[in-house]
């Protein structure tokens, strides 16, 4: 029985209003700040994709393969090499080679730039990169293709509970030590001793992407570090706060157009050499050819050009690319001596100072890490020859122990890479899987086993089990 309908036993309630409040967008991912930004050691790109992934608890590959490519349609480096289809493409290793564009001047960082900041609703991560100068740089010896960094920054951070990150400083080609440490940037883990890209399949920050170990180190720690020359250092914190003050312009203020280095290059001839073409050439140690290409716009001066015209006519980057006028200091320039070595053409050869320098291939010969000459050479920012010439005992022993250090470290490698496959297939065998090529290759999931493999057509199955 259905009781008929008691009109006065009904209540009147309150109305809602039932339209949809106004919220403003949700990023798909979150709106991850980046560090540092508006100082100079603001982040880089790649190092801000790295924590983005992080902070998803997604790796690098797949935080671009799941979310980034589609928004990204180039194939052609998202596969990376790889076979099509397959799901650990994305990051491989020939895309190692591109990732340091990430942080670049290119169509890759503007790609890179615009999925990010669709996915996190963000406007400034071009900062992040070297974009603001697109139309004042060139490819040319601008970005260091792989990753660099000072293990005391790295340390200092950690041990005073900071975000571990890559500054874009790092990025520049031109700057070889850390202004804060006064030690050298290193591209090279101290443990496994391999290079490492910019941005990694998986990698945790601060680590190794290779080998997974902590990467920083304290200034206390015995340091192999080869020593930094006087001038080098003095040279290397110019070109440091030149850059930091760049970093912080692009922030601030518009992006220098596109005819500024021919503008100011013009300028700096009025006034360092009264408009002489040739005797400008001369002093900053370029060919007029060149120079004349620089000021009627037919190429961009690269950066280490760049660096070492503004610091023989005494003007800072900022001044150069951002001025519209600027007023050269009145001082004798071919008098002076400039901290980058610039010097005029048909100069003899660089002074060297024996003592320093013996000390320094001493300290080489004799530290634990091992070094070619052609790596002492640019440590110690020496011609190769020159010091062959004055040193060739002491440079010959360098240069014997490193193909020794080298001999011993590819057998190392051979053996450990052996044993793991050794290892990997008895652990097969024993759960009662047959441990084919593929199988165990997949189970090792490591580069090295198939770089290994194929170079070497080493058969698994020819391989005598460990005893
Ligand atoms: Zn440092
Ligand atoms: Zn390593």
């Not at 009781?3 to 409040?21: A, G, K, Q, R, T």
């Not at 990753?147 to 500054?167: A, F, H, K, V």
């Not at 070595?341 to 320094?360: F, N, W």
Request: charged share 25%.
């Amino acid at each position: 029985m259905v009781n008929s309908l008691n009109n006065e036993s009904l209540s009147i309630y309150e109305s809602w209003n039932i339209d949809m409040p106004s919220v403003s967008a949700r990023s798909r991912l979150y709106n991850l700040k980046p560090i540092g930004m508006g100082t100079g050691g603001a982040e880089s790109l790649t190092s801000y994709i790295a924590r983005l992934a992080a902070a998803h608890s997604l790796t690098p590959a797949v935080l671009l393969g799941r979310t980034l490519a589609s928004f990204m349609d180039k194939k052609y480096w998202l596969q990376g090499g790889a076979r099509p289809g397959t799901r650990g493409s994305a990051l491989g290793h020939s895309f190692g080679e591109h990732a340091k564009a990430i942080n670049g001047i290119g169509v890759i960082a503007k790609d890179w730039v615009a999925a990010l900041q669709t996915v996190t609703l963000r406007t400034d991560l071009s900062f992040l990169t070297m974009l603001p100068w697109t139309d004042v740089f060139t490819h040319r010896n601008l970005l260091r293709s792989s990753r660099t960094w000072c293990p005391s920054c790295y340390q200092d951070w950690r041990l005073n509970g900071q975000q571990i990150y890559e500054p874009l400083l790092w990025t520049f080609r031109d700057l070889d030590v850390c202004t804060r440490h006064h030690r050298r940037l290193i591209s090279q883990c101290q443990h496994c001793h391999r290079k490492l890209p910019w941005l990694a399949r998986c990698a945790q920050a601060g680590c190794c992407s290779k080998c997974d170990e902590w990467l920083g180190t304290s200034l206390d720690e015995v340091s192999n570090d080869a020593p930094i020359l006087d001038h080098k250092l003095e040279w290397q914190i110019w070109i440091a706060k030149n850059l930091e003050e760049l970093i912080i312009a692009a922030r601030r203020l518009p992006s220098p157009p596109k005819g500024r280095t021919a503008q100011s290059i013009s300028s700096c001839i009025n006034q360092a050499s009264d408009g002489v073409m040739n005797r400008f050439a001369r002093l900053i140690g370029k060919r007029k050819n060149t120079v004349w290409g620089w000021q009627h716009g037919q190429a961009q001066i690269p950066i280490d050009d760049l660096l070492r015209i503004c610091n023989r006519v005494g003007i800072s980057l900022v001044d150069f690319l951002y001025a519209d006028t600027f007023v050269l200091d009145d001082i004798d320039l071919i008098q002076t001596p400039a901290v980058s070595g610039v010097k005029a053409i048909g100069r003899s050869p660089r002074h060297l100072d024996p003592k320093a320098t013996k000390d320094a291939l001493l300290t080489i010969l004799n530290q634990q890490t091992s070094l070619s000459m052609k790596e002492v050479a640019t440590r110690i920012d020496l011609n190769k020859r020159l010091l062959y010439k004055h040193f060739p005992e002491l440079c010959k022993a360098i240069s014997t122990r490193h193909k020794q250090y080298r001999y011993k470290e590819q057998q190392r490698v051979r053996k450990v890479i052996a044993d793991k496959i050794n290892e990997t297939r008895m652990s097969l065998h024993n759960i009662g899987v047959y441990p084919s090529r593929r199988r165990v290759v997949a189970a090792m999931k490591s580069k090295d086993v198939h770089h290994f493999m194929r170079e070497k057509k080493t058969k698994i199955e020819n391989l005598t089990l460990a005893a």
